[in-house]
């Protein structure tokens, strides 16, 4: 249906010649910009839904009973269904220490709730496959799971600013919402984020549909394929200050990686774009001493470099 | 009628002010608007999520910004009778 109708627009309504590289880039472009945008409204929409139901009130309580890895385990998890915005940082992290759940477990939930980024998932999904989209998201949650876990062992609660442990949270019961305002809560949720990244959607796809058409193959395989060792931390590098723009990158990507550039670079470069960002650290600065920073930082991208390297080996 | 926006500073703690102050001025009631950016205050509402609606000490919203017309009803309960 969608390619009938983008070949229906490149071909016959532009004139184009299928055969031509302008005329295919055209047509890639007119079909991946009108599938990712029915991908991003009703998932969006489904993933907000189901949000409704999990408001950090709430995760946290069902959090501050739990132990070491199951409480590890339960926090990645739910890392995906609470909304979470790395402006709410600072509340959410105060909120759990003080609710008594463990130092480690609240890190599985800070590395799992913006690594499975929705707009992230569904591109990933939409350009490369479910496969790739399934994989994405348990290499993230097992990344949220150790990461926590080795944070937790290493006992550093210490390195919490110390006002953290000051504060006393109230308690607040908010009446429960209706279908009719969960409804409204998705959908405006759509719009806010369809408002925020389509231009990026759009300039990504619009680069990936000109490189289809134009670079040659394998004009990557020398500098990112599997065996240059280095493309995987490069990809991490670069994957840090590209925080917002995850939408637009990934339809680039998915050509680089048609023109060979490996999958274990292309997962750690998304890890590194969604999980460790530049405005998140600054907020996370607010809780958390100068060397826990570093350590989590660390971690992270040792565990993202490993993920990398691992894809690559196992699909050499 | 006291109306309290907590929220350190984001994007949407400013939408959230400026919804307000127009569903005020829709009312033509006379309120005070404070602006709560302590971490440590904003939590002793029990609030997790910014940007969030108190109203006479009791909240209304969580991690939202309402449109007009909702802030608009919320206020209108909030009124004493």
Not at chain 1, 97 to 104: A, C, I, K, N
């Amino acid at each position: 249906m969608l390619q009938m109708f983008a070949d229906y627009v490149a071909y016959t309504l532009f004139g184009l010649l299928p055969d031509s590289h302008l005329g295919a880039a055209v047509d890639f472009f007119i079909y991946d910009t009108i599938k990712i945008f029915l991908m991003l409204g009703t998932i969006i929409f489904l993933v907000s839904l189901i949000r409704s139901f999990f408001p950090p009130e709430r995760t946290k309580k069902i959090l501050s009973r739990k132990r070491e890895y199951v409480g590890n385990i339960m926090a990645a998890l739910l890392g995906i269904v609470t909304p979470f915005c790395s402006c709410s940082a600072v509340p959410v992290f105060i909120g759990f220490v003080e609710s008594g759940v463990p130092l480690g477990v609240t890190f599985s939930f800070l590395i799992s709730s913006p690594m499975v980024n929705e707009v992230a998932l569904i591109m990933l999904w939409g350009m490369f496959g479910w496969q790739i989209a399934a994989i994405y998201i348990t290499t993230g949650i097992t990344v949220a799971i150790v990461g926590g876990l080795v944070i937790g062992k290493l006992k550093l609660e210490h390195l919490v600013e110390g006002y953290v442990y000051d504060i006393k949270m109230g308690e607040t019961e908010l009446a429960a919402l209706t279908w009719r305002e969960r409804v409204e809560y998705a959908w405006e949720y759509v719009v806010d984020i369809l408002k925020k990244v389509w231009p990026y959607v759009i300039i990504g796809i619009a680069i990936g549909g000109a490189m289809h058409g134009y670079a040659p193959a394998d004009f990557l395989v020398k500098y990112a394929g599997k065996d240059n060792l280095l493309a995987v931390p490069l990809a991490v590098l670069i994957g840090v200050p590209l925080y917002s723009n995850a939408a637009g990158i990934i339809p680039i990507v998915h050509v680089l990686m048609e023109k060979g550039m490996a999958l274990g670079t292309v997962l750690a470069f998304m890890m590194a774009v969604t999980a460790l960002s530049l405005p998140e650290m600054i907020i996370l600065r607010k809780v958390l001493k100068p060397k826990l920073l570093g350590i989590f930082v660390g971690i992270m991208t040792v565990a993202i470099i490993f993920v990398g390297y691992l894809f690559n080996g196992i699909l050499a | 009628m006291n109306i309290k926006i907590l929220g350190s500073g984001c994007s949407n703690c400013a939408k959230l002010e400026k919804v307000v102050r127009e569903a005020v001025a829709d009312l033509g009631v006379v309120v005070e608007i404070e602006k709560v950016q302590d971490v440590a205050k904003i939590m002793s509402y029990g609030v997790m999520s910014t940007p969030a609606l108190v109203i006479d000490e009791v909240v209304k919203l969580v991690g939202k910004v309402p449109n007009r017309a909702r802030a608009v009803e919320i206020l209108k309960q909030a009124l004493p009778q």
